[in-house]
């Protein structure tokens, strides 16, 4: 046992984690955070396609097993600042009626016991910590802001501009995507960001993204009542004999097993391993999982149906930096389908050095013998797209912990909505563009993203003020034990249309205040 005693210890340093311990680290209260990872190291290596997609060097080396039990190889990033190293930094608000009741063409996406306004204030907060650049009032979906983008939108290079040209003459309202980074188009030296061509997906070798880590966690990590333990894997939550309070967190340090005690736990491992961690410290006063009287913990899996699209033309695409695209305009539909149908973004560049990795199955193994040259030209006249559609809460897409292994079920639902935005989406680029091939599999990720792209994980212990179906209150801490707080996107109801990112950032300030009025 650690004879120090912390007044609260995350767990986990992602966008929940590290922007708590970003909140709280003024108020002098001792903080202890634990991070399963290292700091990822800042080499050559972080911009080679090669490195990042062929040999997926910055995801973990663990096996998750699906529902047939079969293993496979989860895109989770175990590092300090967690998957937003590598993450694209789109930065989204949730809509206005995303927070409410909406029907979907396969069910119902339910209500959250907030409303936007409950949020609208910790939005403004978190695209101010994480530098995020945009133009209000172009989005047609956008809900009200109370205050406007910290920073002017990441402007179009010429290719992306006569897209989004192309696209406003076929009667649609693109934007420019909400992105954090760290960028001073006026000044260049003014930021670290240089737009380059190696970002979505990529850990940035000159931190100009704005990620947990360069945002939450170095601004915090000389402070005196920080200590920040990296390569410590919190295995179990120790309760007190009533099951009332966590007493303590075990943790595998190096190697090495060690016991911390605090007032306050917080879990942000990230919504699938944040149930498990809760599903694995299982004692007799909660026998199905610490929290888990409702039987919810690690059901209701969403992630997003998502698509990568690349649109191939005979106008080769010379833009360095092609991220800054956004169409809403099939958000909640269309005519003849009223229906949610989702949300279109770039993807980062198409890269020679990607193709390799991700080309589809089927594919594969032709593209293995083709010359560099000729996938140097493919990626030359390639556009990639990135196609969301909001998944539906299903206690059936679970996180299960079998003998030590973690399980994951996950079968897609709302399928139809997502077919169909592929589909006018590939008909809206061959009007802009004369694609001569639209193809739908995935440069990044992958076609139709399998089960371990889990970027957009969330829902895993849901939010609510009714204890039976309901594993958090509204301020995130867990129904059943008085000191357990769960931020990150395990909260959500629903998934949305959008990133879920910044909700998370916001939640996790708004979580922050509680504990600050907690504290009094």
Not at 87 to 107: N, P
Not at 114 to 131: G, I, N, W
Not at 384 to 408: F, I, M, S, Y
Request: glycine share 8%; hydrophobic share 40%; net charge negative.
């Amino acid at each position: 046992m650690n004879d120090q005693h912390y007044d609260v210890i995350i767990i986990g340093t992602g966008a929940g984690g590290g922007t708590l311990a970003h909140r709280l680290a003024p108020s002098g209260k001792r903080i202890l955070i634990l991070e399963r990872g290292d700091f990822l190291p800042r080499e050559k290596a972080n911009w080679d396609a090669r490195e990042v997609y062929q040999k997926e060097r910055y995801h973990t080396h663990e096996n998750w097993y699906d529902s047939e039990g079969k293993a496979f190889r989860p895109q989770m990033s175990y590092w300090v600042g967690g998957n937003t190293k590598v993450y694209g930094a789109a930065l989204l608000r949730l809509r206005e009626r995303d927070f409410e009741t909406v029907a979907h063409k396969d069910g119902i996406s339910p209500q959250w016991p907030l409303r936007y306004e409950d949020f609208e204030a910790y939005y403004s907060e978190a695209e101010q910590l994480y530098d995020v650049h945009g133009t209000a009032g172009i989005d047609p979906t956008e809900p009200p802001r109370s205050q406007g983008f910290p920073h002017p939108a990441v402007s179009h290079e010429p290719r992306m501009q006569a897209i989004a040209d192309g696209l406003s003459n076929q009667g649609l309202k693109p934007f420019n995507l909400p992105l954090g980074l760290k960028l001073n188009e006026v000044d260049k030296t003014l930021g670290s960001c240089i737009r380059c061509d190696s970002c979505d997906g990529f850990p940035c070798l000159v931190q100009g993204k704005a990620d947990a880590e360069v945002n939450g966690i170095q601004p915090i990590r000389d402070r005196n009542n920080i200590t920040l333990l990296t390569q410590a894997k919190a295995t179990k939550l120790l309760t007190s004999a009533s099951g009332r309070a966590v007493t303590a967190v075990e943790a595998d340090v190096n190697g090495q097993l060690e016991t911390f005690k605090a007032d306050i736990v917080v879990v942000a491992c990230g919504a699938i391993n944040s149930a498990a961690l809760l599903l694995q410290s299982a004692n007799d006063q909660h026998p199905n999982g610490l929290a888990n009287g409702s039987d919810l913990v690690g059901r209701n899996v969403m992630k997003h149906l998502t698509t990568a699209m690349v649109a191939m033309t005979t106008t080769p695409n010379a833009d360095v930096f092609q991220k800054t695209v956004a169409v809403s305009d099939y958000y909640w539909g269309e005519p003849d389908f009223p229906y949610p149908m989702g949300f279109v973004q770039n993807t980062g560049n198409v890269l020679r050095d990607m193709i390799p990795a991700e080309a589809p199955e089927m594919l594969a193994p032709l593209v293995k013998f083709v010359p560099g040259s000729e996938l140097q030209r493919v990626a030359e006249l390639s556009t990639g797209w990135w196609l969301q559609t909001e998944d539906l809460p299903d206690p059936a897409n679970r996180v299960q912990v079998k003998q030590g292994q973690l399980h994951l079920s996950y079968t897609p639902n709302n399928v139809e909505a997502a077919d169909r935005l592929i589909h006018r989406w590939t008909q809206m680029l061959k009007a802009v563009t004369r694609a001569e091939h639209v193809i739908p599999f995935g440069i990044y990720p992958r076609n139709k993203t399998p089960i371990q792209v889990l970027g957009h994980q969330c829902g895993t212990c849901v939010f609510g003020a009714d204890p039976a179906t309901a594993v958090l209150d509204i301020n995130c801490r867990a129904h059943a034990v008085d000191n357990l707080y769960v931020v990150d996107g395990s909260f959500f109801p629903s998934s949305s249309g959008v990133n879920p990112t910044l909700t998370i950032i916001a939640n996790a300030l708004r979580v922050g205040d509680h504990l600050l009025e907690r504290w009094v």
